[in-house]
């Protein structure tokens, strides 16, 4: 008895610690856009700069690019505050040009976001780069890179991966449906719906507030958590819920919402008008192969665990459960604040 008491208080005190360690990240979860720098070359050596510069809250993160050595401001810059970054325009000379000289963007280590950086030469080549925590700088190359935008693909893969929220409403989905026949039909009609709305909201047909998006979505997550509770009570046998009984129509729904949000990520970088449709698929294709990666590890760890034949104790199983509704019930909280005190 002893021993099995001294386990249990192991196990929550481990939860305790993971939630505490990752309490700082989780309370911005998708709040951080990445940022965008483009440079468009107007004359030999003369540059027409965009920066976007990503916020928090409606604070500008401490993000500042480092022009190669040589290059002066040939104007003042200008300044726009936008839903979400901070926009500022100005004229670079670099009488040295560009090729061979290192980019920066200094105090991107100390954030969870990337830059995407996109210059345009005199002679119509373009060159991407995607700048990350890890490392800010790159050294800019005679030859445009060939990548390009295969970019995009990557931005949607880490956009899916640091969304938390996002990730948390797929689980919520997981917890629920246990058919494999209607998780594929629930996962599907998700896929279709935010696919919908990233695209409309992309090509600028509809778009919808911040602030208020990202409380109805943190909503969506904290309405997952009783429906999965009623799951694990017996409640599928009762098909006691709409939810329960058609949760790919509550998908549906709530993806609606939740591409809304996607496109918010693509809209932040300023995307050309020219790259806009190969932007929209590479980055949509992104989110999903993020997203079909975390179901498959979800049902590859339920299968490892049903075929190790390992029991929990009941207050084990619910720790998900209540985790879900925990941060759900949070994130609320925190965005319905932000909507009412801006």
Same mark, same amino acid.
Not at 164 to 177: A, S, T
Not at 275 to 302: H, K, M, R, T
């Given at each position: 008895?002893?021993?099995?008491?001294?386990?249990?208080?192991?196990?929550?005190?481990?939860?305790?610690?993971?939630?505490?360690?990752?309490?700082?990240?989780?309370?911005?979860?998708?709040?951080?856009?990445?940022?965008?720098?483009?440079?468009?070359?107007?004359?030999?050596?003369?540059?027409?700069?965009?920066?976007?510069?990503?916020?928090?809250?409606?604070?500008?993160?401490?993000?500042?690019?480092?022009?190669?050595?040589?290059?002066?401001?040939?104007?003042?810059?200008?300044?726009?505050?936008?839903?979400?970054?901070?926009?500022?325009?100005?004229?670079?000379?670099?009488?040295?040009?560009?090729?061979?000289?290192?980019?920066?963007?200094?105090?991107?280590?100390?954030?969870?976001?990337?830059?995407?950086?996109?210059?345009?030469?005199?002679? =119509?080549?373009?060159?991407?780069?995607?700048?990350?925590?890890?490392?800010?700088?790159?050294?800019?190359?005679?030859?445009?890179?060939?990548? =390009?935008?295969?970019?995009?693909?990557?931005?949607?893969?880490?956009?899916?991966?640091?969304?938390?929220?996002?990730?948390?409403?797929?689980? #919520?989905?997981?917890?629920?449906?246990?058919?494999?026949?209607?998780?594929?039909?629930?996962?599907?009609?998700?896929?279709?719906?935010?696919?919908?709305?990233?695209?409309?909201?992309?090509?600028?047909?509809?778009?919808?507030?911040?602030?208020?998006?990202?409380?109805?979505?943190?909503?969506?997550?904290?309405?997952?958590?009783?429906?999965?509770?009623?799951?694990m009570r017996g409640g599928v046998e009762n098909n006691s819920s709409l939810t329960i009984s058609y949760p790919w129509l509550v998908?549906?729904?709530? =993806?609606?919402?939740? #591409?809304?949000?996607?496109?918010? #990520?693509?809209?932040?970088?300023?995307?050309?008008?020219?790259?806009?449709?190969?932007?929209?698929?590479?980055?949509?294709? #992104?989110?999903?192969?993020?997203?079909?990666?975390?179901?498959?590890?979800?049902?590859?760890?339920?299968?490892?665990?049903?075929?190790?034949?390992?029991?929990?104790?009941?207050?084990?199983?619910?720790?998900?459960?209540?985790?879900?509704?925990?941060?759900?019930?949070?994130?609320?909280?925190?965005?319905?604040?932000?909507?009412?005190?801006?």
């Open positions: 008895m002893n021993r099995l008491l001294n386990f249990r208080r192991a196990v929550v005190g481990l939860c305790q610690l993971c939630v505490l360690a990752l309490l700082p990240y989780v309370a911005m979860a998708h709040e951080l856009q990445p940022g965008f720098l483009q440079l468009i070359e107007t004359t030999p050596h003369q540059y027409d700069v965009l920066w976007k510069q990503p916020t928090s809250l409606g604070n500008p993160l401490r993000l500042t690019p480092v022009f190669p050595a040589g290059c002066q401001a040939a104007n003042a810059a200008q300044s726009e505050v936008l839903p979400q970054s901070w926009v500022w325009r100005m004229r670079l000379s670099c009488p040295k040009g560009l090729a061979g000289q290192m980019l920066s963007i200094e105090g991107l280590e100390a954030f969870a976001t990337d830059v995407l950086i996109r210059i345009e030469h005199g002679d =119509g080549r373009v060159e991407t780069h995607l700048l990350k925590p890890v490392d800010p700088s790159v050294t800019l190359n005679e030859v445009a890179q060939s990548r =390009g935008r295969w970019t995009y693909l990557t931005l949607g893969v880490e956009h899916i991966a640091l969304g938390v929220d996002h990730l948390l409403f797929v689980f #919520g989905l997981l917890l629920i449906v246990r058919n494999r026949w209607m998780l594929i039909k629930t996962i599907t009609s998700f896929t279709l719906a935010h696919s919908i709305t990233l695209a409309i909201a992309t090509l600028g047909s509809i778009q919808l507030p911040t602030a208020p998006l990202e409380a109805l979505i943190a909503l969506s997550i904290l309405f997952l958590a009783p429906e999965a509770i009623r799951v998908a549906f729904t709530f =993806g609606l919402l939740h #591409g809304f949000a996607f496109a918010s #990520g693509l809209a932040t970088l300023g995307v050309p008008q020219d790259d806009i449709a190969p932007a929209l698929l590479l980055f949509n294709l #992104g989110v999903e192969l993020g997203q079909l990666s975390f179901v498959l590890l979800f049902i590859a760890v339920e299968r490892g665990i049903h075929l190790l034949k390992i029991h929990w104790p009941r207050w084990v199983e619910m720790i998900p459960v209540y985790t879900l509704g925990t941060l759900g019930a949070f994130w609320t909280i925190q965005r319905v604040a932000v909507v009412f005190l801006r």
